[in-house]
């Protein structure tokens, strides 16, 4: 395996995410914004945050394997969410734990960001991720 994720106990715990990812390898892959589009860029329905999440990771999920990767070679993951609010994670986790064993997403997942945006894309999009992954 080209990546390593840990938590050391000295980090806030628990958290739905591992603290630290050390990669090596030669090969970068960087899958740019994902939404909760279809291939044909049809807006999921319906338009919730969970179902979006889903979405969006799902797309993730092709994007990576598009490059021969997959979540286990993720050393980053970068969620950006429109109007974030921290009573936002119940939703925001749901639509994780939804997709996560589909697209082979171990929980805690690799080392993320959520960044709070006031708006995306489009109006209806509420979430958008970006990964980073290391290959040999």
Do not use: C
């Given at each position: ?30 899958v ?70 589909e ?11 959520l ?22």
């Amino acid at each position: 395996m080209t990546v390593h994720l840990s938590s050391p106990s000295t980090l806030m715990q628990p958290v739905p995410y591992h603290h630290v990812a050390i990669g090596t390898g030669t090969r970068h892959v960087h899958v740019s914004g994902q939404i909760a589009r279809t291939v044909d860029a049809t807006p999921v329905a319906p338009v919730d945050l969970a179902g979006q999440v889903a979405q969006a990771l799902r797309n993730t999920y092709e994007g990576l394997t598009s490059a021969g990767a997959g979540f286990d070679d993720v050393v980053r993951l970068t969620f950006y969410v429109t109007d974030w609010q921290p009573t936002k994670i119940e939703a925001f986790m749901a639509g994780v734990t939804e997709v996560a064993e589909e697209i082979g997403l171990s929980l805690p997942m690799p080392p993320a960001s959520l960044i709070g945006v006031d708006y995306l894309f489009e109006p209806d999009v509420l979430v958008e991720v970006e990964a980073t992954a290391i290959l040999d």
